[in-house]
């Protein structure tokens, strides 16, 4: 639990192939429209820096070293989504391998993980409670949609944070983990949609067109991640290049994107009646974060 959090918190995870666009709808009740606006990835990383900020200054006023992850770019540190369609970004970063290299490689050299094996053991002790409350902290969960429960621990630095920055913890962890997790009710209906599937054909019709067979971009980025234990070695990383910027060229040619997202905005607004109020919490909860966030760190460029 202790390395995950610690991971978590101090790496960039945002290269994880799935956009924040899940949360969208255009039916939110009760919001402004400012605050029913989804994040950005610039605003989201906001958020994440200044978390970090507050955990090290909370963990260094307990007695502790803690190190603060370095700050990838905002091209580095962007979200795939499902689709593609940055063709810049395509041709200088391919699928990102090479940023997901990196970023595996500063989780193993992550300092503060090589910090907390110098401790002694009571001092280690000190610092997992200091962190995170240790192994006696209260733990809430909640039931997630389309079966299951996630749980999380709430104590120490990691929910003065996140008390900080979103005021209630507890209402946030309930409310980012059901928004969250909607994506299991209503992605398999988007893949499924008429008007999805179409718009998916043509774009595998215009990658056949320049040579490339694949039935869907999903189809496109396995066969990337296939190699990209490769990715250092040029010649791999030349093909998963081209491969992905004739991905985002025929994404733009056929609009995927805007299709999917506002397909997935349908599914979305019809889930609303069960789970509405969660989605306008996780909302509101997430511009109060980002406002707090502006006080504390600056963006990232």
Not at 29 to 45: F, I
Not at 173 to 201: I, M, W
Request: proline share 3%; with cysteine; hydrophobic share 40%.
């Amino acid at each position: 639990m202790r390395k995950a959090v610690i991971g978590l918190l101090l790496v960039s995870a945002v290269l994880t192939g799935c956009a924040d666009t899940e949360h969208t709808s255009s039916h939110t009740v009760g919001l402004t429209a400012t605050e029913a606006a989804p994040l950005t990835d610039a605003e989201q990383l906001r958020i994440s820096d200044a978390q970090q900020r507050l955990i090290a200054t909370c963990m260094r006023r307990q007695g502790f070293e803690f190190w603060e992850a370095e700050r990838l770019s905002l091209a580095e540190s962007r979200t795939l989504g499902y689709v593609l369609d940055d063709i810049g970004w395509a041709r200088g970063y391919g699928y990102g391998s090479r940023l997901r290299a990196e970023d595996a490689a500063a989780r193993a050299a992550n300092p503060n993980l090589a910090y907390r094996k110098t401790l002694s053991e009571q001092r280690r002790q000190a610092y997992d409670k200091a962190l995170d409350g240790g192994l006696d902290v209260p733990v809430i969960s909640v039931e997630i949609p389309g079966g299951g429960t996630v749980s999380k621990q709430m104590g120490g630095c990691v929910a003065e944070s996140e008390k900080e920055l979103y005021g209630d913890p507890r209402a946030w962890f309930r409310a980012e983990k059901t928004s969250g997790h909607l994506r299991s009710l209503y992605v398999p209906r988007v893949l499924a949609d008429q008007r999805f599937s179409a718009a998916q054909d043509a774009w595998s019709r215009c990658m056949k067109k320049v040579g490339y067979d694949y039935k869907d971009p999903g189809a496109a980025r396995q066969a990337a991640i296939a190699r990209s234990d490769r990715a250092a070695e040029p010649k791999v990383f030349e093909a998963e290049r081209k491969l992905a910027v004739a991905d985002a060229t025929c994404a733009r040619a056929t609009d995927l994107r805007r299709i999917g997202e506002e397909r997935e905005r349908h599914y979305v607004a019809q889930l609303r009646d069960r789970y509405g109020d969660a989605l306008d919490t996780y909302f509101r909860l997430q511009h109060q974060a980002l406002d707090r966030a502006r006080k504390i760190v600056g963006p990232r460029v």
